[in-house]
């Protein structure tokens, strides 16, 4: 009798906590935080992995991409499972390569850049590189748990992309390398521009191993509230400090109220019916962010130092995808969006929003740098769900108004917003995986294989 699945991995991992079958375990490590969207729930309930496999080492990783290759086993990536659009999450069984044993810092680089393997938490990254004088550039809101390699292949940017720009901007992926789904896998280093062939791909083109990250120069932070009567008068605050150079900022989140009647653990800080401001701003500069949110009719809330992620409140606990999970702990039915406002017209889409839609769409806004060196108001607005029908009439009422809107309540890199016109990260697929065993069902370009002529896949 042949060897099961779970059998054969065992026998090239030789260690059995590294490979497992426990049917709670393997459920655990096939889920991450879909569960956010109404819609997703639905689709992916139940969807699980048949074993979990945890590689060591890039010689493991090729070694069970080799055997899955060989009996056609699908294969999902896992870094640390808190993506939010199902993204890790295996549609068709088969196994988890779960990537958090491939942990290690190799070097923090005098140029500020790290190399790392993919299974680093971000919140370690963080904390290594400020020992040496460096920061992350920018991280999500689950930055103590989310992986590096995750971050790259699943997320888009977050605290520090008002000053530094989202992943995918200013070089700050510098390489990485990238394990294929063949036959006899091959490591393939992406360099330049090069990476986007692979990032926010979803691992479906393939395991990235290693990458090379770009980091900033430390700065020490200081955290501060400001609380307007108005959401006109937060808004108009935050634009200032976001927009403006001289401010050296990591965070400038404001949200329409009753947004913070969301955050149960700091109702110290939060001011009845008032428009929040959340900031992180260099320690040098906070008596004069102070200063300037009274002389613009605000009242501080909290002015303290940052120290770390062990910060108590720590205000980007509140900010980003975590405003979202406040809202859904004090009211089940609310979601979100992630929307891209024009800045020149933004309070102007606000209002058209405002009328059309009223309590149904509050307004959370994170200002992002984008790729052309313009901040501009970002947004992952939260949303009462009633119906799909409803959630759809959101998405296109946003895009009539000039709103782009990266939707987070579908499956497929392609639904997202980020993948990209340009096919690169398909023409990846057909020379990485040509059976199409990497995250299946997630490319949906790749599926309906008939967007590129067999000389362009070639
Ligand atoms: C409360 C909350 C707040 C969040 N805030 C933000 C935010 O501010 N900004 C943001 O961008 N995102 C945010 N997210 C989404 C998510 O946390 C981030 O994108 C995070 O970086 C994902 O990292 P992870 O290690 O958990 O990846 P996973 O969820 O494990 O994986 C994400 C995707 O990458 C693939 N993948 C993982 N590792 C690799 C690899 N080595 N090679 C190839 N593919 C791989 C997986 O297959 C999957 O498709 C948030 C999520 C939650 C729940």
Request: with cysteine; glycine share 8%.
């Amino acid at each position: 009798m042949g060897q099961t699945l779970a059998e054969s991995l065992l026998s090239l991992l030789g260690d059995a906590d590294r490979v497992i079958t426990r049917p709670q375990a393997v459920e655990r490590l096939s889920k991450d935080f879909y569960w956010y969207s109404p819609v997703l729930r639905q689709l992916l309930d139940g969807k699980t992995a048949d074993v979990v496999a945890q590689p060591v080492s890039v010689a493991e990783v090729r070694k069970i991409l080799a055997l899955c290759h060989a009996q056609d086993v699908p294969v999902t990536v896992r870094g640390a499972g808190t993506g939010n659009y199902g993204q890790a999450v295996p549609l068709q069984g088969g196994v988890v390569l779960d990537l958090a044993r491939m942990d290690k810092i190799e070097a923090i680089q005098p140029d500020g850049v790290a190399v790392c393997q993919p299974g680093v938490r971000l919140g370690v990254l963080e904390t290594e590189a400020r020992k040496v004088g460096w920061e992350l550039r920018c991280y999500p809101s689950t930055v103590a748990k989310a992986s590096v390699g995750g971050f790259i292949a699943g997320g888009s940017g977050g605290i520090g992309s008002v000053t530094h720009g989202g992943l995918r901007d200013f070089e700050t992926v510098r390489a990485l390398e990238v394990a294929t789904m063949e036959a006899e896998p091959r490591v393939v280093l992406h360099e330049g521009g090069a990476v986007h062939e692979i990032l926010h791909a979803w691992g479906t083109n393939g395991v990235i191993t290693r990458l090379w990250f770009a980091l900033a120069p430390a700065v020490e932070w200081a955290q501060c509230v400001a609380a307007f009567q108005s959401f006109d008068a937060a808004f108009s605050f935050s634009e200032l400090i976001a927009t403006h150079e001289e401010w050296k900022k990591r965070l400038v989140t404001t949200f329409e109220w009753p947004i913070p009647s969301f955050f149960s653990p700091i109702k110290q800080i939060v001011p009845q019916n008032k428009s929040l401001v959340f900031f992180l701003i260099a320690a040098d500069q906070l008596s004069l962010l102070q200063a300037a949110v009274q002389d613009a009719g605000g009242e501080i809330t909290l002015a303290a130092a940052h120290q770390g992620m062990r910060t108590s409140p720590l205000l980007s606990d509140y900010t980003w995808n975590h405003t979202t999970l406040w809202a859904m702990k004090a009211d089940e039915a609310y979601t979100y969006l992630q929307c891209g406002f024009d800045p020149v017209r933004a309070r102007h889409q606000f209002a058209q929003l405002k009328v059309r839609f009223g309590g149904e769409f509050l307004l959370h806004i994170e200002f992002i740098k984008n790729s052309a060196g313009i901040v501009a108001p970002g947004a992952i607005p939260v949303v009462r769900f009633t119906t799909e029908e409803r959630l759809n009439e959101m998405i296109d009422y946003c895009r009539a108004i000039g709103v782009s809107v990266a939707n987070p309540h579908v499956n497929h890199v392609e639904g997202g917003g980020r993948y990209r016109a340009d096919n690169v990260q398909l023409l990846a697929k057909y020379r990485y995986d040509p059976k199409g065993l990497l995250n299946p069902g997630k490319m949906q370009t790749f599926e309906k294989n008939d967007v590129l002529t067999g000389a362009e896949k070639a």
